[in-house]
């Protein structure tokens, strides 16, 4: 069945570049997503890219898809302590509301 | 604008109780679903609703009843609570924005059973 990986913890400096990794199985994902929970809280939408597109870049994010490798990443530039939080990637099929969930990545940020 | 609320946000139930879990949109989102987060598991889908009226099954729905009677509420009932349903459960409805279903998530209701 589809299934979504990601790697548990990543651990970075302040001011330094973290980078997410997650692999994905189903071919026929649309919509690749990353949402951003904070502690005690619900996921919020970080950003999102169309399966046609290998790269989407939105101020300090950049998502890259790799579809041959099914990989996406997700790359924060000039990380800051805000950005602990845990980091899931997500994927959605073609014509069904499913979303298949990684396990999330808790990102810490060192000052 | 509240977005997705939730609740409660945390109870505590012993073994065989009944609870309800509310979530109320007033966004007048079509889609709503109820997941459950587990340490190490992500989050798995409980189950779904494609409309007012609607509900279908996700991953992992033995052990919870859900009902969608009016179109910004969205109820997940334990009718025999056991200890493998302590989690924590998150409530979302979806809208579409330049093609992409996007997820907007309550804050979450912890539930305990002991």
């Known amino acids: 069945g589809e299934d979504v990986e990601q790697s548990l913890f990543l651990s970075v400096r302040e001011g330094d570049s973290s980078v997410i990794n997650c692999t994905y199985t189903?071919?026929?994902?649309?919509?690749l997503y990353w949402y951003k929970q904070e502690p005690g809280a619900g996921l919020q939408l970080l950003t999102y890219?169309?399966?046609?597109?290998d790269m989407k870049q939105d101020q300090r994010l950049t998502v890259l898809l790799n579809k041959k490798d099914k990989h996406l990443s997700l790359r924060i530039a000039d990380t800051q302590t805000g950005d602990s939080a845990i980091y899931f990637c997500a994927e959605r099929g073609s014509g069904t509301y499913k979303y298949i969930f990684g396990t999330g990545t808790r990102l810490k940020v060192l000052a | 604008n509240a977005g997705v609320t939730q609740t409660p946000k945390f109870r505590v139930l012993k073994t065989g109780q009944s609870m309800t879990l509310l979530c109320a949109q007033d966004m007048n989102h079509e889609y709503m679903y109820w997941y459950r987060q587990d340490p190490g598991m992500g989050l798995r889908l409980i189950h779904y609703?494609?409309?007012?009226?609607?509900?279908a099954k996700g991953e992992v729905p033995d052990g919870y009843n859900v009902s969608r009677l009016k179109k910004q509420n969205f109820l997940l009932g334990l009718e025999s609570a056991a200890p493998s349903q302590t989690s924590v459960y998150f409530c979302?409805?979806?809208?579409?924005?330049?093609?992409?279903?996007?997820?907007?998530f309550g804050a979450g209701s912890r539930l305990t059973v002991l």
């Open positions: 979302a409805s979806s809208y579409v924005v330049s093609g992409a279903n996007v997820l907007t």
């Open positions: 609703s494609v409309g007012e009226g609607t509900t």
């Open positions: 890219i169309f399966s046609n597109m």
């Open positions: 189903d071919s026929s994902s649309t919509y």
